[in-house]
């Protein structure tokens, strides 16, 4: 029998005590917490995901700042823009939506943010010190997916876990902090050969590879755990979720997407606390 992980519910409550620690920092400062997301081009789904970012700040007591920048921005247009957000006080968080366009150098745009305002978990500073296991803000996905398996009671230790993708955003992260937890983790992608065999040995299964339903039933053993962090057109994640059979599975969506959000809120909360108890 299938059962469902759902996220909904967890992001509430994590948002709500988001919301109280915000509602605590404008009191004691006269301002609230504030995100900054900055979107380059006008691509539908990130223009969505953005706007319900920032309706999600609202809504939980933060500022939303939106820089939005025109698909023919440079590198160093963007790069300039966002080492200016670094540089105001006024902002605790930056949020650079991604993908961007083709042209430019994400890795370069993402390292322009300063590690105590990168929320997200997107900087090389950043994933450095979340696999030491060092206070860092960790990438909200995998963040996300670490909070769900707490809320279900997932104990990880000695378990075998399969990420299927090596985002460094996602799927590297996500197989960083299973670690960190005692899992013994693979980590699959694009060449691997053998990959269905693989995953049927995973007692826990983290697809993150981009392509819907790419993951197939049976390639999961029974009572396998399966987050399934894959958001593909037609609300469909990277796994087949119809054929899966006696799991623990996330639903797409409703499963990791709102989790996401919520640690997001969450740590550029924390970043604002930070800043004031520096």
């Known amino acids: 029998m299938t059962n469902l992980m759902r996220g909904t519910e967890l992001a509430r409550d994590i948002v709500a005590r988001a919301s109280e620690k915000a509602a605590d920092y404008t009191s004691r400062t006269g301002r609230k917490p504030c995100l900054a997301t900055v979107i380059v081009g006008d691509d539908p789904a990130s223009v969505t995901y953005v706007r319900m970012k920032q309706n999600r700040c609202h809504k939980a007591g933060l500022e939303s700042r939106h820089v939005a920048l025109p698909h023919e921005t440079t590198t160093e247009e963007l790069v300039a823009k966002i080492r200016e957000l670094s540089d ?61 398996l707490d809320a279900y009671e997932v104990d990880v230790a000695g378990k075998h876990a399969v990420v299927i993708g090596r985002s460094p955003i996602l799927g590297k992260p996500a197989a960083m902090l299973l670690l960190a937890r005692d899992a013994t983790v693979t980590i699959c992608h694009s060449k691997t050969v053998g990959l269905a065999d693989i995953v049927r040995t995973a007692d826990v299964v983290v697809a993150a590879v981009g392509k819907p339903r790419f993951v197939q039933g049976d390639w999961i053993k029974p009572g396998a755990v399966v987050i399934d962090a894959g958001y593909n057109e037609g609300n469909v994640g990277d796994v087949d979720f119809d054929a899966v059979k006696d799991a623990l599975i996330t639903p797409v969506p409703g499963g990791v997407g709102p989790t996401t959000i919520a640690v997001l809120l969450e740590q550029t909360v924390d970043a604002a606390w930070r800043e004031l108890d520096a």
Do not use: W, Y
Not at 117 to 132: L, P
């Open 88 to 148: 105001d006080p006024a902002v605790h968080g930056i949020l650079l939506q991604h993908p961007v366009p083709h042209h430019v150098d994400e890795r370069a745009a993402f390292e322009a943010i300063v590690p105590h305002k990168d929320v997200d978990g997107v900087t090389m500073h950043s994933f450095a010190g979340m696999s030491f296991g060092h206070n860092e803000f960790v990438s909200c996905t995998p963040g996300g997916i670490m909070r769900l």
